[in-house]
């Protein structure tokens, strides 16, 4: 009674869910046979952590504690917060009803504390490495425990040291001798807690395993709380966690990426008669919803992060004359991505080049379980790599997403050029931002040196040109409509006037790092939108829309027809206006020279079928606003304009796409 009465009345974490929570854990016990590994008391333990796993919740993320910097967040220093809080309050309940005086109370206490804090979703990654190793010392091949377990945090980020004072001295206690428990493979105490932890986050996110009424229903009170959620951080001018209010289309990629994956490896674990019927059904939908056009507020924070800023408001082949890379557009506009190969005999990757970075990487055969079903690239198997450094380096996003790798030398080939002792960045892990995406593997950077975190000393375009393999040091892009095929193109060493119309227009890079420019006006209707104050600019084929100043996205869509701005969208705009003849635009002015958008051209389509959308229907926007001191012009701008990065004289040349 007094765990229920710890709970809050959330819509979905609530006692409901506890509840739950512990009756998943008895079904995956008993039929997956996982129960004769753990001793009556760690059973009794793992059944304790999941009913009270998340008492005291209060109904938002961590991430919204965090960034509203909370009492709670406070509290427990940022570190797994709500969890933390869930902890607290067992330990509180322990003490009260003296359960200690019928068991060891610190290990009790620690072993509580552990599973509750593994239910914690930054656990995930390690989780599911974790369930390979524990499947392979119960299937007999005792020799996996050469690979020790990966730790769930990093030893000075564990938010276990907040409770160290509340587990009293041990008694004089041993664990258990493996000889006290049945079955084919005996675990070790570390090995049999591990699987706790598994156990209890498999039941913590297994409801898209349920038959399609349960899984429905939980998934509307997952997103009530969401939505409740972002209206506040809506009020509090925080980037909303969620900018989506469709159910299904929050739901797919929770279940593509992460309970999918989990569950199967899980099913290794289990008779195979006890878990293959949900996992089979997990991928539903994913098919419907391949093409949609992402959420604007996702799209802002991952282009923000390349910036060093966290926001807190919120066709055509090239002929047999040239040659270069072919590129697509997936997902609507949302990217573009083209092939390259690596390593001798080359192993082929699908690319994003990206002008706002400057590193290249790609998943390795290291990154075991996060890289989802990418290709990895097998260091073994080229016979002209070589490792420079075991060292890791780190890249960051503004979504939160993250690479962590290494850095080596070997071959690459873009179409028909090759460049060989190229500085590559490997990767081990990737978070599930980047592992979800079907269509990319990895980015290819072709910002300025400075920019990189691999090391290099001079960018892929200026190597080959030093080797002869290309004639200027020169990069140039065509980015094709989905609507219209989808297809574009990068060329190296030259510009292909299949293309473009008219001459190029070339506006110089005011500072070496991004490719920057300085934007003097936007007019918007004969207004100035900028206010009389020039800013920087930066052209990025790696950032999906054109990122604005608040003030400046106002007065933009104040002279679009029906926009109109909503909290879980950001802007919107009709997406008849897609279809329109109009040949009303926003005109960018960079260093003086005038590059104009069609308003029609801003209309980001939902799905990348030819269905007729109804007049009064509204597209996401391809402006997107964010409190920031500069512009990032991305492909809703490079769409309309042939570019051309010169990285000989420093300067950005633009010519009038041909459709």
Known sequence: MDVEKGYNNNPYHSFYHAVDVVMVLCYLLESCELSRYLTSMETAILFIAALCHDIGHPGKNNQF????????????????????????????????????????????????????????????????????????????????????????????????????????????YKAPDSTQLTGPSQLLPEERLMLCHILIHAADISNPCRPWPIFYHAAQLVCTEFFRQAEEEFHMRLIPHIGNTNPSTISVGFIDFIVYPYFQAISELCPKSAIEGQASTINVELEHIEGRAMNTFARVKRALGKYGFVDQSVNARVNSVISGIDLQSVYVDIEYVGQISIGTPPQNFSMDFDTGSSDIWVPSTKCLSTCGTHPRFDSTKSSTFELISNDTWQLQYGDGSTVIGYTAYDTVRL?????????????????????????????????????????????????????????????????????????????????????????????????????????????????????????????????????????????????????????????????????????????????????????????????????????????????????????????????????????????????????
């Open 65 to 172: 504690e965090v960034s509203c910097q909370s009492k709670l967040a406070r509290e427990f220093s940022n570190l797994s917060v709500l969890e933390s809080k869930s902890c607290q309050m067992t330990l509180e309940l322990m003490d009260k009803h003296g359960l200690e005086r019928h068991v060891y109370p610190k290990e009790l206490k620690q072993s509580t504390v552990k599973m509750i804090l593994a239910t914690d979703m930054v656990c995930h990654f390690a989780l599911l490495e974790n369930i390979s190793i524990l499947r392979s010392i119960i299937h007999q091949d005792t020799r996996q425990r050469l690979c020790p377990l990966s730790p769930l945090f990093m030893p000075e980020k564990d938010p276990l040291n907040y409770f160290q004072d509340a587990f009293p001295p041990s008694h004089a």
């Open 415 to 659: 179409g028909q050029y090759i460049q060989p002792h190229q500085r590559i960045g490997l990767v081990s892990s990737e978070t599930t931002q980047l592992s979800r995406d079907m269509y990319l593997d990895g980015i290819f950077g072709l910002g300025f040196p400075p920019l990189a975190l691999t090391g290099i000393q001079r960018s892929v375009v200026e190597d080959l040109y030093l080797t002869g393999e290309i004639d200027k040091p020169i990069v140039s892009f065509y980015l094709g409509k989905a609507k219209e095929g989808g297809k574009g193109e990068i060329l190296f060493g030259d510009t292909n006037k299949n293309h473009y119309e008219g001459e190029l227009k070339y506006v110089p890079v005011t500072e070496k790092t991004y490719w920057q420019v300085d934007l003097n006006i936007i007019d918007v209707n004969g207004t100035n939108a900028m206010n009389g104050k020039s800013m920087p600019a930066i052209l990025d084929t790696g950032t999906t829309l054109i990122i604005v100043p608040t003030a400046i996205s106002d007065v933009i869509h104040a002279a679009i027809p029906g926009a109109q701005y909503n909290f879980f969208y950001g802007w919107r705009i009709p997406c008849s206006l897609a279809d329109s003849d109009s040949k009303e635009a926003i005109t960018f002015y960079l260093n003086g020279q005038a590059f104009p958008i069609l308003i029609k051209d801003l209309v980001r389509a939902r799905q990348s079928s030819s269905i007729v959308m109804p007049a009064n229907d509204l597209c996401y926007s391809g402006i997107a606003e964010a409190q920031i001191p500069l512009i990032i012009l991305g492909d809703t701008f490079l769409r309309s304009y042939y570019s051309v990065y010169d990285f000989g004289k420093a300067q950005i040349g633009l010519a009038k796409s041909k459709v």
